[in-house]
């Protein structure tokens, strides 16, 4: 029975074992097709197929697409172990000058450089976390900046975000160069808990740092033991959950001002608190109106930084996280500060916002400001800033996902749809006749819903469709895998600095002219753009959409130095002499044509011309006055050394300057003359040899 029978088991007349068109296994898997050949028509139809291989081919251009449009800079960390991409953000550190705390300017603007390098200017950012993870302490971010000055060295104390253990640490660096450039000392404190907002201060000799350590649940002081590197926990002084709190001592006490969020209906960076005490260790004793704010998180509750005092008055700094979390700074001058009331009023910080977007290290956000007044005078500040809003890489990584999940289902619309049609659903569903089928029957008419449902599809799917779902694929890759769309600078030996970009065109490229400065204007080391222009009429300063200033400057290369008592006008000698200049001849140099021609034929220089015309002389004087008072920089000249130059004025018997002695006379009267009218040049003076690539030696 055994054999035998398998053997001709369905083998119809043919008998034996040697008529079986299949074995024992071969024969089961006929069986299996025959009885699930509906599955397998559906699983191999045309739909499957058409879905599948659209979705390849999609995929497969998006990846050219990312492979060609993002270079490995953008997705690569700046940092073989730090600096991964964070939910938080990617701040860094820059620093600020200025001649009061409402006047900052970035480093770049002070023209410093760094000897050691040939990056100059000196640019912000100068911490980052590329420099602090190549120092041994792999960092994702530096934040929360507070500077501690001791005599002609600045210490940073800064919160590092750790890149293994996702931790806050309080990181420490220094500078010998008034913050041109720093050291990396390493990691001042590291807790089991999360760490930031290092806010340092000096009490009776001793040096004290009140970490914000919320999740701990309390807030804490530490004292340095040797400083800056080793702390010692001096005192738990409050038991609440404190973040971003400093203290002061203001009026005879010590104030302490924090938010705490955990509080029931406590509304999250919205929050403020204010304590007294006698001293910076306690006991504190809550304001008479706490919480003080409790208002929307766009309004500056949350300390933004070290309070300062200026001119007599008390400011606090105050962060505004409407838009996101820690948006901008706000300034904020408090007007009352007893034990029972407490009153503070906006006032302008003078910090000119970058417009770059996201190519500005701090493009995005700048949420932490540190002020301090230098012994030497002049004001110095640290600030935080970061290129992309909060929670930017989950957004979009979401926003990636989505437009992939879209071109999914506009596959599924115009593939699986057509063979839902074609091949998927049961034949008796379109036709007419109402009996029996046969399997063997072949495919009948379609019905007028068959129609109907095929020409949908096919109107689907045609060429700007297929284009949407190229685009989707692309959106998705360019949202996962594209980075932040920032355009990152490039340091040179860990230094950032800025640039000049030189370009020469004419009227026919006018067009190209307006999209070169549209694009590389908002480069992030980009300084400034100068335009050459060869033919035809120049365009307006406004016809550029430019995310540079114009610089509004005379460059020559004949310096004259303008001082004394009276005013004496002297030859290039005198200003050799004396180690600076404050005007350049415009007989050689070089100058935005239509700014100068625009101020010399204005009503205001009617005057100067008068007398230009009255002598025959000074025109090239009067000029100079006139940058020098309607300039918008303190810097209005520059000097540049000529590879080579002769003065041709004196092969001629014509030169009004043949005669040095009556051409000086009759210039120093013109001085005497525009300084009534313009104002005098005489404060003004910039050294030779203060530009590092050594062209005004």
């Not at 449009?69 to 939910?87: I, K, M, R, Y």
């Not at 040179?492 to 600095?497: I, L, R, V």
């Not at 000029?623 to 092969?651: E, G, Q």
Request: proline share 5%.
């Amino acid at each position: 029975m055994g054999s035998g029978q398998i053997g001709s088991g369905g083998s119809g007349s043919n008998g034996g074992n040697g008529g079986s068109c299949c074995d024992m296994s071969l024969k089961c898997w006929c069986r299996w097709r025959l009885e699930n050949q509906h599955l397998y028509n559906r699983f191999f139809s045309s739909g499957f197929v058409f879905f599948f291989g659209c979705f390849v081919l999609f995929g497969s251009i998006a990846t050219l697409y990312g492979w060609l449009a993002f270079s490995p800079s953008v997705h690569t960390a700046l940092s073989p172990v730090g600096c991964q991409e964070d939910n938080e953000g990617s701040w860094s550190i820059g620093i600020f000058y200025g001649d009061s705390p409402f006047s900052l300017k970035p480093i770049e603007s002070t023209n410093i450089s760094n000897d050691d390098s040939a990056a100059w200017p000196v640019a912000n950012p100068v911490v980052t976390c590329a420099s602090v993870s190549d120092a041994g302490a792999p960092s994702n971010f530096v934040a929360d900046p507070f500077l501690f000055i001791q005599g002609d060295t600045f210490y940073l104390f800064y919160e590092t975000k750790n890149s293994i253990t996702m931790q806050g640490d309080i990181g420490v660096s220094k500078s010998t160069d008034k913050g041109a450039t720093w050291k990396q000392l390493g990691i001042a404190l590291n807790e089991d808990w999360h760490l930031s907002y290092p806010y340092v201060f000096e009490h009776n000799g001793q040096i004290y740092m009140m970490p914000e350590g919320s999740k701990r649940g309390d807030l804490r002081l530490y004292r340095a033991v040797n400083f800056p590197l080793q702390w010692r926990l001096e005192k738990v002084i409050m038991k609440k959950p404190l973040v971003d709190s400093f203290i002061i001592n203001y009026g005879g006490k010590y104030w302490l001002f924090g938010s705490d969020h955990s509080g029931f209906g406590t509304k999250k960076n919205g929050q403020l608190e204010i304590w007294y005490s006698n001293s910076p260790l306690g006991p504190w004793k809550p304001h008479k109106e706490n919480p003080i704010y409790n208002i929307d998180q766009s309004l500056g509750a949350r300390n933004g930084g070290r309070p300062f005092q200026y001119e007599g008055n008390l400011y606090r700094m105050g962060q505004d996280c409407g838009d996101t979390y820690g948006r901008r700074v706000r300034v904020f001058k408090i007007e009352t500060l007893t034990t029972e009331e407490y009153k503070e009023i906006e006032v302008p910080s003078g910090f000119v916002e970058p417009n770059k977007g996201r190519n500005a290290w701090n493009g995005a956000r700048y949420h932490h400001l540190d002020v301090q007044h230098l012994p030497s005078g002049g004001w110095v500040a640290v600030m935080d800033g970061d290129r992309v809003p909060s929670g930017d890489s989950i957004r979009r990584f979401m926003v990636g996902c989505a437009s992939v999940a879209v071109a999914a289902i506009l596959i599924v619309l115009l593939g699986v749809l057509l063979g839902f049609v074609n091949c998927i659903v049961p034949l008796n569903w379109f036709i007419h006749n109402t009996g029996k089928r046969n399997l063997t029957l072949s495919w009948e008419r379609p019905n007028a819903f068959t129609s109907r449902v095929r020409r949908f599809c096919s109107r689907l799917n045609r060429f700007p469709t297929f284009l949407r779902g190229v685009g989707l694929m692309c959106i998705g890759a360019k949202n996962i895998y594209g980075g932040n769309g920032s355009e990152e600078p490039y340091p040179y030996k860990g230094q950032y600095s800025q640039f000049t970009l030189l370009t020469m065109t004419y009227d026919a490229r006018l067009w190209n002219l307006k999209m070169y400065v549209k694009h590389y204007s908002r480069c992030s080391s980009v300084a400034e753009i100068v335009v050459v222009w060869n033919k035809g009429v120049p365009p307006e300063l406004s016809d550029l959409d430019s995310a540079v200033p114009h610089l509004d400057r005379i460059v020559g290369f004949y310096p004259r130095l303008i001082d004394g008592s009276p005013l004496k006008y002297r030859g290039e000698k005198y200003a050799r002499t004396h180690k600076g200049y404050n005007m350049i001849l415009t007989g050689a140099a070089f100058i935005d044509s239509q700014v100068a021609f625009k101020r010399y034929w204005g009503e205001e220089a009617k005057k100067g011309r008068e007398m230009v015309d009255k002598f025959f002389n000074c025109e090239d004087v009067l000029l100079n006055y006139l940058y020098a008072n309607a300039s918008s920089s303190r810097r209005t000249v520059d000097y540049v050394k000529p590879a080579w130059a002769i003065d041709t004025s004196k092969l001629s018997g014509a030169a009004i300057s043949r005669n040095t002695k009556v051409h000086y006379g009759l210039r120093s009267h013109c001085l005497m003359k525009f300084s009534e009218m313009y104002g005098s040049l005489a404060g003004r003076k910039w050294g030779f040899d203060s530009r590092k690539d050594g062209w005004d030696v």
